[in-house]
């Protein structure tokens, strides 16, 4: 698709990009002078800290649980796995 800047080389998005207006776009200038535009979102500064990738692993890490499911389809099933969290105290 080809656009043409104005006189004051402005451009026009096409909607198709899904950038909206009032949305935060980061333009990077490539070393071979192509320009990529990138939608941002804002993060308050007291959270930057989850989006550091040392974090992110972290919360990955911890969301994934190692033991395997425990299914509880009968009376006998709860039985065995409320028994088996009591004995864990």
Do not use: C, F, Y
């Not at 535009?37 to 992110?56: F, S, T, Y």
Request: charged residues 35%; aromatic residues 4%; hydrophobic residues 40%.
């Amino acid at each position: 698709m080809l656009l043409h800047t104005d006189d004051r080389r402005r451009i026009t998005i096409p909607a198709e990009a899904g950038i909206k207006a009032g949305d935060t776009v980061d333009l990077e200038v490539l070393s071979d002078g192509r320009i990529m535009l990138i939608p941002m979102a804002n993060v308050p500064r007291h959270q930057l800290w989850a989006w550091a990738p040392e974090n992110q692993k972290k919360v990955r890490d911890s969301l994934r649980d190692p033991r395997p499911s425990i299914v509880v389809k009968t009376e006998k099933d709860v039985k065995a796995v409320t028994k088996r969290w009591a004995d864990e105290d």
